[in-house]
T-cell receptor, first 111, second 115 residues
Framework: QKEVEQNSGPLSVPEGAIASLNCTYSDRGSQSFFWYRQYSGKSPELIMFIYSNGDKEDGRFTAQLNKASQYVSLLIRDSQPSDSATYLCAVNKDSNYQLIWGAGTKLIIKP | DVKVTQSSRYLVKRTGEKVFLECVQDMDHENMFWYRQDPGLGLRLIYFSYDVKMKEKGDIPEGYSVSREKKERFSLILESASTNQTSMYLC??????????????FGPGTRLTVL
């Protein structure tokens, strides 16, 4: 089992709809969870991080964390074509400074 | 804004050459990382450093070495480049807050082709 798993997609969502991206992780000791967006040919950029169970909202983005079920999700409301990218989930590793990365989900927003 | 720069966006080298990839960050971050990214394989950690002159192996260190002589600079060295090292190389840095709370900031990447 991979330590951080994401559906590779592509996930196709109509413009204006809600895009839901999911990530599961295997280490129950993980404390912090990150969502990055990566456009084709570009480097990853941080969208959000979440440390506590529940929801965290930032503009059109909401991160949801459920530690008991070991999953974290990212919701994108009012999806725009500019949201089309690969979304990477990352989870901290033990007590050091490394992150464990999922392989990413490719999101396509159709006009 | 955090700025992480990498010496080259594109690089073409020949098999057997020694290759240097440079990364510089301007935000006084303690931690620095080198990853490679290949289609379908995601980000794989090559080496990281949490202090000057300190280095730790990541998941795929074979064929690579690193150098961190100054806090702001972290270099990746391919001792003898091979075609299977053709990849996108990404440098990242993070501040040392509480362990596990450190988001990483990426440079623009170097696309290396080894012929």
């Amino acid at each position: 089992q991979k330590e951080v798993e994401q559906n590779s997609g592509p996930l196709s969502v109509p413009e204006g709809a809600i895009a839901s991206l999911n990530c599961t992780y295997s280490d129950r000791g993980s404390q912090s969870f990150f969502w990055y967006r990566q456009y084709s040919g570009k480097s990853p950029e941080l969208i959000m991080f979440i440390y506590s169970n529940g929801d965290k909202e930032d503009g059109r983005f909401t991160a949801q964390l459920n530690k008991a079920s070991q999953y974290v999700s990212l919701l994108i409301r009012d999806s725009q074509p500019s949201d089309s990218a690969t979304y990477l989930c990352a989870v901290n590793k033990d007590s050091n400074y490394q992150l464990i990365w999922g392989a990413g989900t490719k999101l396509i927003i159709k006009p | 804004d955090v700025k992480v720069t990498q010496s080259s966006r594109y690089l073409v080298k020949r098999t057997g050459e020694k290759v240097f990839l440079e990364c510089v960050q301007d935000m006084d971050h303690e931690n620095m990382f080198w990853y490679r990214q290949d289609p379908g394989l995601g980000l794989r950690l090559i080496y990281f450093s949490y202090d000057v002159k300190m280095k730790e192996k990541g998941d795929i260190p074979e064929g690579y070495s690193v150098s961190r002589e100054k806090k702001e600079r972290f270099s990746l060295i391919l001792e003898s480049a091979s075609t299977n090292q053709t990849s996108m190389y990404l440098c990242a840095s993070s501040p040392r807050r509480l362990a596990g709370m450190d988001e990483q900031f990426f440079g623009p990447g170097t696309r290396l082709t080894v012929l």
